[in-house]
C-alpha cells in the first residue's frame, strides 16, 4: 500500500523539480539577454562620448570591449572627455526615436 501512496507523489516531486529546473534556466536566459542588450547600450554610449579612443582601443585588441568588466567600463568613462555645457545639441523626440530603432 505504501509504493501506491509513494508513486504518484514521486511523480509530483519530478514534475516539481522539473519545473522549477525550467524556470531557472528561462530565467537565467533572460538574465543573459538582458546583460548583452546593456552591454550593447554602454557600446553606444562610448561611441557617442569617445568612439575614436573606443574604436583605436579595438584596433589593438577586437575583442575590445565585448569581454570588458564593469571596470573596465569605468575606467573608459573616467577617461572620456566630458562634453562643455554648449556642445550637447538638442535634438526632437523623433530624432532619438528614429536613433534607438
Do not use: C
Request: proline letters at 7%; hydrophobic letters at 45%.
Amino acid at each position: 500500500m505504501a509504493t501506491l501512496l509513494t508513486t504518484p507523489l514521486q511523480n509530483v516531486r519530478e514534475r516539481v523539480q522539473q519545473d522549477m529546473a525550467d524556470a531557472e534556466h528561462k530565467q537565467r536566459q533572460a538574465a543573459e539577454r538582458m546583460a548583452r542588450e546593456l552591454a550593447k547600450v554602454l557600446q553606444e554610449v562610448a561611441t557617442i562620448f569617445d568612439g575614436a579612443r573606443l574604436e583605436a582601443l579595438r584596433r589593438e585588441d577586437p575583442k575590445v570591449p565585448m569581454y570588458w568588466t564593469p571596470d573596465d567600463w569605468r575606467i573608459f568613462f573616467a577617461e572620456a572627455p566630458l562634453p562643455g555645457i554648449g556642445s550637447w545639441e538638442v535634438l526632437p523626440i523623433h530624432a532619438w526615436l528614429s536613433w534607438s530603432a
